[in-house]
């Protein structure tokens, strides 16, 4: 077993454990850091406030019900990747959300008359209209991506994939597949992405043909 | 296993980490404001680095009426390096006044246990008042 799997394992049961008072910390000084720069390069999110709070609070999280975490499924580490995520999108919607409300509020301003009037100009510090657009379309896309991929397993190996994981254990751990020789690992890994693969291009042909 | 996260991050988790009871983190906070230590002098007093110091707040926070209490601040103590006894005698000063503070609220502010306690006593009633509701609802389903 790699040191990492065992590090993951044994801190794991730590937590779980309840009576190991550095096991929170020791998690922060070897994971933070990794999860934050996972997060940084599969996001355009160039916020880095919000990525940083995103993996603390998944990792926060984490620490106060680590019963949440099952080591048969996936790998730790990769859990927390897809919990920061998780949280990282749900602060970017709140994020755009508000200033949607701010630019809303600031294009509207009372006229000497009293009356409410529209202006034409719009906060200089709000993202500017194609970066929101962007934003928006980046999360609905997800949310249909979600749809289509809907077992655990495969969202798994697709957020690999994404991340542009190309170790072979990684995915043999999200699968399960670790007891298998590394041969057969290889094989099961290949025809898992290639499932995938092909439901992503079923999946691009639909989104094509919505907008012809 | 290499240490992979920098002063920056540790920063961060121990700002938020403030804010969640279960971690030292605030009662290091707190213990500076009852001293008047500024937060930067903290890592002085317990001698240790600015970095061990993160660490320590990202550390759970042992009970000073466990029976575990001086165990697990040693072995707290030796993770962080600090001064084992100056750090059990923090955690006991600002256990000791978080209880003077809950003492000191008045009855009905919400920060006081006895609100909390009528919060939930309320809840309680209204749950059990919508679950007999139901329960009378499904008898007189069944009758019918």
């Known amino acids: 077993m ?71 499924k996936s790998r730790l580490f990769n859990y927390l990747v897809l919990a920061a995520k998780r949280d990282l999108i749900n602060a970017v919607n709140s994020k755009v959300n508000r200033e949607k409300s701010e630019i809303s509020m600031s294009a509207v301003e009372d006229d000497q008359s009293g009356r409410n009037n529209v202006k034409e100009t719009v906060d200089g510090n709000a993202p500017d209209a194609s970066r929101r657009v962007r934003i928006m379309y980046g999360r609905e896309l997800e949310l249909k991506l979600l749809r289509e991929i809907s077992n655990s397993t495969d969202r798994a190996v697709l957020a690999l994939m994404i991340d542009d994981v190309r170790e072979t254990t990684e995915y043999a751990s999200v699968l399960g597949i670790t007891n298998l020789s590394a041969t057969e690992q290889r094989k099961q890994v290949k025809m898992h992405k290639d499932r995938i693969g092909k439901q992503l291009e079923r999946f691009g042909k639909r989104l094509r043909g919505k907008a012809n | 296993m290499e240490k992979q996260t920098s002063d920056d991050l540790l920063e961060r988790a121990f700002e938020k980490a403030t804010e969640l009871p279960i971690f030292i983190a605030g009662d290091l906070r707190l213990y500076g ?19 061990d110091f993160y660490n320590l707040g990202l550390c759970k926070r042992p009970d000073p009426l466990s029976p575990l209490f001086r165990s697990q601040v040693e072995k707290i103590a030796s993770y962080a390096g600090v001064d084992a006894q100056r750090l059990a005698h923090l955690l006991r000063e600002t256990d000791s006044a978080k209880a003077m503070q809950v003492l000191q609220s008045p009855p009905n502010s919400v920060h006081s246990p006895g609100y909390l306690m009528a919060a939930r006593d309320k809840e309680d009633l209204s749950n059990r008042a919508s679950q007999s509701k139901r329960r009378s609802k499904k008898r007189k389903t069944k009758k019918k």
Do not use: M
Request: aromatic content about 10%.
């Open chain 1, 2 to 72: 790699a040191a990492k799997d065992q590090f993951e394992l044994s801190i794991h049961g730590r937590l779980l454990a309840g009576d190991d008072p550095i096991a929170s910390a020791e998690l922060f000084e070897n994971f933070q850091g990794r999860l934050v720069n996972v997060l940084r390069k599969s996001f355009w999110q160039r916020d880095e406030s919000l990525v940083v709070d995103a993996v603390t609070d998944a990792l926060f999280g984490y620490i106060r019900n680590p019963g949440s975490y099952d080591p048969e």
């Open chain 2, 33 to 51: 404001s009852l001293n008047e230590i500024p937060e930067g002098k903290i890592s002085s007093f317990l001698n240790c680095t600015q970095r």
